[in-house]
Every structure is written in structure tokens, then in C-alpha cells.
């Protein structure tokens, strides 16, 4: 249907996205702690705290049931498309791929979110949003 620079770009545009998902759940994080201690009161915001929550319960739940991230299958898709059979494309594509996956065994990432995840619960407790 589309030519394979085409597929390319989306599969590089849902890399990004991939990557600002992550960025927002780590970063968000460690907003919400500096933030108490910094007086911002953006880091109390209920709904900030809500889509964080959600976005961090969304990985746990994934890695939990083995299912693999969406974003992910989507940019192998389209990568499938575009004739490119690995991560051997484009600048931003080589670099954000290094920056996101990584090899360790599956119980690691578990636990890693999930450990995670209880930072984040447990944020809503100790610096309460409003």
C-alpha cells in the first residue's frame, strides 16, 4: 500500500513515541519526588498522577502476563513492511532502540517494573496529589 521510506517513518515515529512512554514514566517519577521537596504543585496534579499510574500499571500488567508492548509489535510490523528485517535503519531508530531494549532475563524486567510500580503506589501516599 505505501512504499517502504513510508513504513519506515511511522516505525521510526512509534519508536519515539515507545520512548517518550518511558520517558514519561521514569522521568514522571522522579518529578513527583523532587517536586515534594522543591514545592512544585504540578507534581500533585490528580490527573498527572492518574496517567502516570496508569501508564507504569499498564507495563506491570503486560510483564506480568508476558504479553509484549503493543508499541513494540506495531513498529516490528510496520518494519516487516518496509522490508527491514532489524534495527540496522536509521540514526534515531539505532539509537533510540539502544537507549530502549536491552537484554536481560525476563524475571528482571518483572521484577524491575514491578519495584517500580511500587515506587509509584506509593508516591500517592507519600506526597498525596490533589
Known amino acids: 500500500m505505501f512504499s517502504g521510506s513510508v513504513y519506515i517513518v511511522l516505525a521510526d515515529?512509534?519508536?519515539?513515541?515507545?520512548?517518550?512512554?518511558?520517558?514519561?514514566?521514569?522521568?514522571?517519577?522522579?518529578a513527583i519526588y523532587m517536586g515534594?521537596?522543591?514545592?512544585?504543585?504540578?507534581?500533585?496534579?490528580?490527573?498527572?498522577?492518574?496517567?502516570?499510574?496508569?501508564?507504569?500499571?499498564?507495563?506491570?500488567?503486560?510483564?506480568?502476563?508476558?504479553?509484549?508492548?503493543p508499541l513494540t509489535t506495531w513498529e516490528m510490523t510496520l518494519r516487516d513492511k518496509a522490508g527491514e528485517a532489524s534495527y540496522d535503519g536509521s540514526f534515531i531508530q539505532h539509537w533510540l532502540h539502544a537507549i530502549l531494549y536491552y537484554s536481560a532475563p525476563e524475571w528482571v524486567?518483572?521484577?524491575?517494573?514491578?519495584?517500580?510500580?511500587?515506587?509509584?503506589?506509593?508516591?500517592?501516599?507519600?506526597i498525596r496529589p490533589r
Open 13 to 30: 515515529s512509534l519508536l519515539v513515541l515507545h520512548v517518550v512512554f518511558v520517558a514519561f514514566v521514569v522521568l514522571g517519577l522522579l
Open 36 to 69: 515534594h521537596f522543591l514545592n512544585w504543585e504540578w507534581v500533585r496534579s490528580f490527573w498527572f498522577r492518574m496517567c502516570h499510574l496508569i501508564a507504569i500499571g499498564i507495563v506491570v500488567v503486560q510483564s506480568w502476563l508476558g504479553v509484549i508492548c
Open 109 to 126: 524486567f518483572i521484577l524491575s517494573y514491578s519495584l517500580f510500580a511500587g515506587l509509584v503506589l506509593l508516591s500517592w501516599f507519600l
